[in-house]
């Protein structure tokens, strides 16, 4: 099984509110990682964990908190966003420690509109 | 990671192969090509990865050149469901630790013609 799951599918939000978006993966994997992905353009790569720890921060604004509690979850804390940060949030795993780190198993995104 | 070029959009006949073609001139020997595709508005999907030797699977085969400097996908036969954009990527290892990332281009729109 290589399922991903992210919930919720579709979410709205105004620039004062404070959402969360969570992604979940029962494969065993210890690496996770969170994309955005604009309308029409290719997935951009915002934060890597690995065994739990952040790993990779792609220089994302602090209004998006990444918080992985457990090597299973991965959430995804947004605070105060603007609406240029309407996307699709895509969640990723994969394996560590086999040499190349493994195929990345993509969940079926999070739409999100800030309104 | 390295560049990869692929053409903007391909037409394929039902039932036919469909063959996606990707230069990745500036390949490193520990660089490998993965595949990856998106149909429109899911995550998107693993297709195959290799390094230097063709692979196959149940989705596709991947042939890459012995200069290692360019590959092609090929869906031997392409179904309507096979309508999606195809990622060509080229990864490096960097650590054991899961330190990676994806470097998405901007990709081949493939689309299934009945």
């Known amino acids: 099984d290589t399922e991903v799951t992210q919930t919720p599918k579709h979410l709205v939000m105004g620039m004062t509110n404070k959402k969360s978006l969570k992604c979940e993966q029962h494969?065993?994997?210890?690496?996770m990682y969170w994309y955005k992905q604009k309308a029409k353009k290719p997935p951009e790569l915002m934060f890597v964990y690995s065994y739990e720890k952040l790993s990779i921060n792609e220089s994302v604004p602090s209004r998006f908190s990444p918080e992985c509690p457990n090597s299973s979850l991965l959430n995804l804390h947004l605070h105060a966003l603007q609406p240029e940060d309407s996307a699709l949030y895509l969640c990723?795993?994969?394996?560590?420690?086999?040499?190349?780190?493994?195929?990345?198993?993509f969940g079926p995104g999070t739409r999100l509109l800030v309104l | 990671d390295a560049k990869t070029t692929q053409p903007p959009s391909m037409d394929c006949a039902e039932g036919r192969a469909a063959n996606l073609p990707c230069n990745h001139s500036?390949?490193?020997?520990?660089?490998?090509v993965y595949w990856y595709r998106q149909i429109h508005s899911q995550g998107p999907q693993y297709i195959i990865h290799g390094l230097k030797n063709n692979e196959t699977n149940e989705m596709a085969s991947l042939i890459i050149t012995e200069d290692r400097k360019s590959s092609t996908l090929i869906l031997p036969h392409a179904t309507l469901r096979d309508t999606a954009v195809y990622y060509c990527i080229v990864r490096a290892f960097i650590s054991n630790f899961g330190n990676e990332k994806l470097t998405f281009g901007t990709g081949t729109r493939l689309t299934i013609i009945p």
């Open positions: 990723a795993s994969s394996q560590v420690g086999e040499g190349m780190g493994g195929t990345q198993y």
């Open positions: 500036t390949i490193s020997g520990n660089e490998y």
């Open positions: 494969m065993g994997h210890r690496a």
